[in-house]
């Protein structure tokens, strides 16, 4: 199973940004998606999780801002990043809780890149 995500960049602060996450492989169903990002000297943080039924959670700081989704029947998530700001900067990764053909585990993808310059 591998998570590929993409729609990083660079854009200038009250922008927007939409960031994909697609799962592929050998994926008998993807449970909870979510979007964590890592600043520079920074721990990684969530920032929004969707469940398998749609229920949705976002950190305090991107409420109103983000919008996370899904397509469940491609398997792929997706973070409507808007009103950006300089401290969202960051690597951001997605994971999924995926039962594969080998049995249930947690992946992540490889990161992008958002910049918002002030």
């Known amino acids: 199973v591998q998570l590929q995500a993409s729609g990083g960049g660079l854009v200038q602060a009250g922008g927007s940004l939409r960031l994909s996450c697609a799962a592929s492989g050998s994926i008998v169903s993807v449970n909870a998606m979510g979007w964590y990002r890592q600043a520079p000297g920074k721990e990684r943080e969530l920032v929004a999780s969707?469940?398998?039924?749609?229920?949705?959670n976002y950190a305090d700081s991107v409420k109103g801002r983000f919008t996370i989704s899904r397509d469940s029947a491609k398997n792929t998530m997706f973070l409507q990043m808007n009103n950006l700001k300089p401290e969202d900067t960051a690597v951001y990764y997605c994971n999924a809780d995926v039962t594969g053909w080998l049995g249930r585990r947690i992946y992540w993808g490889q990161g992008t890149q958002v910049t918002v310059s002030s």
């Open positions: 969707i469940g398998a039924g749609e229920n949705t």
